[in-house]
T-cell receptor, first 110, second 113 residues
């Protein structure tokens, strides 16, 4: 099956810093989403981005499908950005099977 | 309204108990999902219902029994669970014709004693 690798596994930032999270995947994809899991466990949609670039406030994401990677940019980080960021992908021909990477655990210090 | 509601939020059960987890969405979505998440691990897909039919069962043990009574509701019936089944159980939904964007509930945290 498709492999999804996220880096870095852990990241500590000072409030106000910028960061880039990476997701590499091993096969062509129909679907790629970025989620933020808050300390209470809820998975919150950040982006649905199988290709291209999107921005939402301080967050933006880019997926280069031909090179099999996606990037999540966080600018001017805040303590509320802390949590785990997951990339999830669905390979072509595998409807409804969204597979999660191992995540990047982010801690933003005040 | 982009909300998926799961009940109960927390559940403690013994290995001989029978319990159920419930999930509800009113977004008109026709695909619904159960994921299991152990501590410090990513969510793992268990079951998918598409248009009220079971589409995917990821070789889940029969002590977990899913049910989709209608397009808005998804249940997970639990029976004779093991302590290693303790986890966060996440329900999600999506539009239906294809996977599209998944929306997750807050999860049900299950402890098996």
């Amino acid at each position: 099956g498709i492999q999804v690798e996220q880096s870095p596994p852990d990241l500590i930032l000072q409030e106000g810093a910028n960061s880039t999270l990476r997701c590499n995947f091993s096969d062509s994809v129909n679907n790629l989403q970025w989620f933020h899991q808050n300390p209470w466990g809820q998975l919150i949609n950040l982006f649905y981005i199988p290709s291209g670039t999107k921005q939402n406030g301080r967050l933006s994401a880019t997926t280069v499908a031909t090179e099999r990677y996606s990037l999540l940019y966080i600018s001017s980080s805040q303590t509320t950005d802390s949590g785990v960021y997951f990339c999830a992908v669905e390979s072509q021909g595998s409807s409804y099977k969204l597979i999660f990477g191992s995540g990047t655990r982010l801690l933003v210090r005040p | 309204d982009t909300e998926v509601t799961q009940t109960p939020k927390h559940l403690v059960m013994g290995m001989t108990n029978k319990k159920s987890l419930k999930c509800e969405q009113h977004m008109g979505h026709r695909a619904m999902y159960w994921y299991k998440q152990k501590a410090k691990k990513p969510p793992e897909l268990m079951f998918v219902y598409s248009y009220e039919k079971l589409s995917i069962n990821e070789s889940v043990p029969s002590r977990f029994s899913p049910e989709c009574p209608n397009s808005s509701l998804l249940n997970l019936h639990l029976h004779a669970l093991q302590p290693e089944d303790s986890a966060l159980y996440l329900c999600a939904s999506s539009l239906g014709q294809y996977t599209g964007e998944l929306f997750f509930g807050e999860g049900s945290r299950l402890t098996v004693l």
